[in-house]
Structure formats: C-alpha cells, structure tokens
C-alpha cells in the first residue's frame, strides 16, 4: 500500500487549498475499516496531527485548525480529503495523510506555503 498526497502549493494568506490523500494498492477491507488523519510537519517542528476523520465519518480537528480545516473520505475510492479555508502563514508545513492506529509506511507528502 502506497500513500499519494497532492494537491499542495502556494497561496496568499485567506487563500484555500484542498488536499488529496490516495492509497493505492489498498483494498477497500484494509482502507475502510480504518480512521484517517492529516499531519503536518513545519521546518523544526514534530510532525502533528491536525484532523482525523473515523471509519463511521466522525471528524476531529486540533484547536489551531478548527473551523477553518475539513477533512473528509470516500470508502470506495479509497481516498481522503482536506479542505483548508482561511489559510493564514502558521499553515505552512509538508502535509501528509496515513491511518492512526496501523500506520503505513509515509507518503512524500505536499507541501502547502501561505504568504503573508
């Protein structure tokens, strides 16, 4: 199983992106049962969790990003989603996707910069 985020680049601050998360090679039994989530990795920093999103679509997000972040899945698809609206400087990290309690192997990630 390979994990394939995209969707990532340049935008000005209260721009949006949305972020997309495939895992190829996953079987719809490995990938559905599974709860999701978002990280994101700053220069220096640890990488964190900013979303997560379970195997019955309930959603949980960090302080820094509610109400501005949404994360969704489709099963079938094998994919997972992040919406980012408002996006302000402190936003900008790598961000990567991967299941909470199994991880996989990372992905490469996308890079997401907002200017000021």
């Known amino acids: 199983v390979r994990l394939v985020e995209s969707g990532g680049g340049s935008v000005p601050t209260g721009g949006s992106l949305r972020l997309t998360c495939a895992a190829s090679g996953s079987i719809f039994s490995v990938f559905a049962p599974q709860d999701w989530g978002w990280y994101r990795q700053a220069p220096g920093n640890q990488r964190e969790l900013v979303a997560q999103?379970?195997?019955?679509?309930?959603?949980n997000y960090a302080a820094s990003v509610k109400d501005r972040f949404t994360i969704s899945r489709d099963n079938s698809r094998k994919i997972v989603w992040l919406q980012m609206n408002s996006l302000k400087p402190e936003d900008t990290a790598v961000y990567y996707c991967n299941s909470l309690k199994e991880p996989l192997d990372w992905g490469q990630g996308t890079q997401v910069t907002v200017s000021s």
């Open positions: 999103i379970s195997s019955t679509k309930t959603t």
